[in-house]
Nanobody, 115 residues
Framework: QVQLVESGGGLMQAGGSLKLSCTAS????????MGWYRQAPGKQREWVAT???????NYADSVKGRFTISRDNAKNTVFLQMNSLKPEDTAVYYC?????????WGQGTQVTVSS
């Protein structure tokens, strides 16, 4: 099974920036579209962004223009650059395969944005 390890979260003031990383344990990572997701307290996990194996991207409306997803297949890593952070971005952030089905979820990385 592929293992996913997210990192890079932290406490930021509104308007700040963070870059999250997610590294997969196997090179098979490069063959699949990858996504970032987030789960705020008391809410369901929601999709944030997707990047295909060829680099095409798609974003949720709530983060479009502020977040950028990228990947380095040689390092089995997907990134999420988050700019202009808002308090409503506060959540635990996860990465995973978009399809055909998710791998086991990692522990996520906490992002907290203060106003």
């Amino acid at each position: 099974q592929v293992q996913l390890v997210e990192s890079g979260g932290g406490l930021m003031q509104a308007g700040g920036s963070l870059k999250l990383s997610c590294t997969a344990s196997a090179s098979i990572f490069s063959a699949y579209p990858m996504g970032w997701y987030r789960q705020a307290p008391g809410k369901q996990r929601e999709w944030v962004a997707t990047i295909t194996s060829f680099g095409s991207t798609n974003y949720a409306d709530s983060v479009k223009g502020r977040f950028t997803i990228s990947r380095d297949n040689a390092k089995n890593t997907v990134f999420l650059q988050m700019n202009s952070l808002k308090p409503e971005d506060t959540a635990v952030y996860y990465c995973n395969r978009r399809n055909p089905s998710p791998w086991p979820w990692g522990q996520g990385t906490q992002v907290t944005v203060s106003s």
